[in-house]
């Protein structure tokens, strides 16, 4: 019967970040510096609300956007955080932000749009947009410091253009825009039929500045990804946050209605604390993480590795030095069997990350210090 399947389906991959740890998951001893999946506790009084929900029954389906007074809260929050204006009617709660965007997407995209997805990128949107019949154009980032610039959209928009994704933080590079470089791409696309989708995930794990939201500069044609996974290291409650004019998101509501209903009331009961009496949970987690990256950065440029800071979230994407003739797949895989440490390899985030390896810091300062001692032995053999 598998002829009978979407051949849209058939086409796209499992993720390559989860197909690489799979593929080392057996190795005994192994450090993994792979996955995103922050090493914090959920923060106790979040634990002790979804506790209260259950106890009180709040077990039912919610408003299919989430309960008002969560979406309230979602607005204050980014309000306070980000400058951001929206109200209740302007919010929706997700099953985290890969529904989010997955919902999105289906909402704006129609067959033989293009999308344009700044290279390397996390593999989360491209089978989606593929889903939808539309095309992810890659526009290359690696002279730019992993960074989309005007110049770089100018060469990449077509007339089939239907939408930018601006992923910052970005995963997996860790690199973030400032506001003037925002308003540089703001500027440019603003009066254009195009969407920006900004999928600011990693917004709370900002370490030299502020995080900026294109949203402040084009709230218009934006539509905002945010969510409780990183900030709170919240992962398994699936709480996405999508925020967009109003216009725009009654559509997109009616996608999620259809796809999950609501997200999870305990879930968003928990949500409601980490977002009220937890608004700030994220500055100690960011503390820690500042220290792992100024830690590993000073150990990865003894080690000889070509490194773009990142100012944001908690990956290097370091680039392979040039005398190691080996692809990003047979280097990780090498380095896994030989020296039992982790790193996901660069072409899992598209063609345009090969020759890279994405470090993930979200661990023990321990477990890091030893995970780079192997790399630096596995490296010592060229």
Not at 32 to 46: A, R, V
Not at 201 to 218: C, G, N, P, V, W
Not at 337 to 345: A, C, E, T
Request: charge should be neutral; hydrophobic fraction near 35%.
């Amino acid at each position: 019967m598998e002829h009978l399947i979407n051949q849209n389906v058939k086409s796209i991959q499992i993720s390559g970040i989860r197909r690489f740890f799979n593929m080392i998951s057996g190795i005994e001893d192994m450090i993994s510096l792979t996955i995103g999946q922050p090493d914090f506790q959920t923060p106790q009084h979040i634990k002790e609300a979804a506790k209260e929900a259950i106890d009180e029954g709040f077990t039912n389906y919610t408003h299919n956007a989430g309960f008002p007074g969560l979406r309230e809260a979602a607005a204050l929050y980014l309000k306070n955080k980000y400058d951001l204006t929206y109200n209740l009617n302007e919010v929706i709660i997700t099953n985290g932000a890969s529904q989010a965007i997955d919902a999105a997407l289906r909402t704006i995209l129609s067959p033989g749009d293009e999308v344009i997805l700044p290279g390397p990128v996390y593999p989360g949107y491209e089978p989606i947009i593929t889903l939808c019949n539309a095309t992810p154009i890659y526009a290359d980032t690696r002279n730019t410091k992993f960074k989309l610039t005007k110049q770089i959209l100018e060469e990449s928009i077509t007339a089939k253009t239907k939408c930018i994704i601006l992923p910052y933080p970005s995963n997996p590079t860790g690199v973030s825009l400032t506001e003037e470089e925002l308003g540089e791409i703001a500027n440019f696309i603003r009066d254009k039929n195009i969407f920006i989708l900004a999928d600011e995930i990693y917004s709370e794990l900002t370490f030299d500045r502020q995080h900026t939201s294109i949203a402040k500069l084009l709230r218009k044609q934006t539509i905002v990804i945010n969510g409780l996974s990183k900030s709170h290291s919240m992962t398994g409650w699936r709480i996405g946050i999508l925020s967009a004019p109003e216009e725009l998101l009654q559509h997109i509501l009616k996608v999620h209605q259809y796809n999950v209903s609501c997200a999870s009331s305990i879930s968003q009961k928990a949500a409601y604390a980490a977002l009220t009496k937890g608004a700030d949970d994220g500055v100690k987690m960011k503390k820690t993480y500042k220290q792992r990256r100024d830690y590993a950065y000073r150990r990865l440029l003894g080690m000889g590795f070509k490194v773009v800071n990142p100012d944001g979230a908690f990956y290097f994407f370091v680039k392979i030095p040039e005398s190691i003739k080996k692809d990003s797949l047979t280097f990780a895989l090498e380095l896994a069997q030989s020296h039992k440490v982790g790193v996901v390899p660069g072409n899992a985030f598209s063609p345009l990350g090969e020759g890279y390896i994405r470090i993930s810091y979200a661990c023990s300062k321990e477990l890091l210090e030893e995970g780079l001692n192997r790399i630096e032995s596995y490296l010592n053999n060229f």
